[in-house]
């Protein structure tokens, strides 16, 4: 399988301990993109990686949350003292780089999420 | 800012029959990119089909076809006869032409489909 894949598929949680979840993004891809998704809402943006540098970090990754994307391939998401409220599914995707006119059409492939409880 | 509106929580169509999925979307770029992704239980988003925002014509993919409507800021998703496989949310997103953001959703609507 050469798509996107995350891992755990699901953690469970008590509050106040620290998690952490791997992204294999799809081999070439050099961007890479965190999103969390809570129970109704559409995924929102948590950060984004252009190879190994972090580029733009939403107000939503509070000190706790950390990334990582040390060699420029996998990336690791670090959530610190959990909180109830972090319980949600942590979906990663990946782009090629963008052609010589850019474009929005720079299409995310998605993995299978993590989906955490924090209990 | 981007913006996605998607009005409805939950549609129902009949087997065989076209639906169509409302979005709404508000930007002040003039460049832009509309994305419709569709999310099974299973949870993995699958991207269906994309219009540009300097596209004059409608978006086609199979069955999806996208109703863009720049001056109203519409692009609505429309689902020619159904499967009983299209039952999951589906997701309208935006993002700037550059390429470098992210993807902006909407809050989805579910659509189930029935035999």
């Known amino acids: 399988d050469t798509g996107v894949s995350q891992d755990p598929r699901h953690k469970i949680t008590k509050r106040g301990q620290n998690v952490t979840f791997r992204c294999d993004p799809i081999s070439e891809h050099n961007r890479l993109y965190w999103y969390r998704q809570t129970l109704g809402q559409g995924p929102e943006f948590l950060t984004y990686?252009?190879?190994?540098?972090?580029?733009?970090k939403s107000r939503l990754l509070s000190d706790r949350f950390s990334a990582e994307r040390p060699k420029g391939s996998f990336s690791t998401l670090e959530i610190q003292r959990t909180e109830q409220g972090d319980s949600a599914m942590y979906l990663c995707a990946s782009s090629p780089p963008l052609g010589p006119s850019g474009g929005a059409y720079n299409e995310q492939f998605f993995g299978p999420g993590t989906r955490l409880t924090v209990l | 800012a981007q913006k996605i509106t998607q009005t409805q929580p939950g549609m129902f169509v009949q087997e065989k029959e076209a639906v169509t999925l409302d979005c709404t979307y508000d930007t002040s770029d003039q460049s832009y990119g509309l994305f419709w992704y569709k999310q099974p239980s299973s949870g993995e988003m699958i991207f269906l089909i994309y219009?540009?925002?300097?596209?004059?014509q409608n978006a086609t993919e199979g069955r999806y076809s996208l109703n863009f409507q720049k001056a109203r800021k519409s692009a609505n998703l429309v689902i020619s006869a159904s499967q009983l496989g299209d039952s999951a949310m589906y997701f309208c997103?935006?993002?700037?032409?550059?390429?470098?953001?992210?993807?902006?959703f909407g809050k989805g609507t579910r659509l189930s489909v029935i035999a």
């Open positions: 997103a935006m993002r700037d032409l550059s390429g470098n953001t992210p993807l902006v």
């Open positions: 219009q540009g925002s300097y596209d004059e």
């Open positions: 990686f252009q190879n190994e540098a972090q580029l733009e």
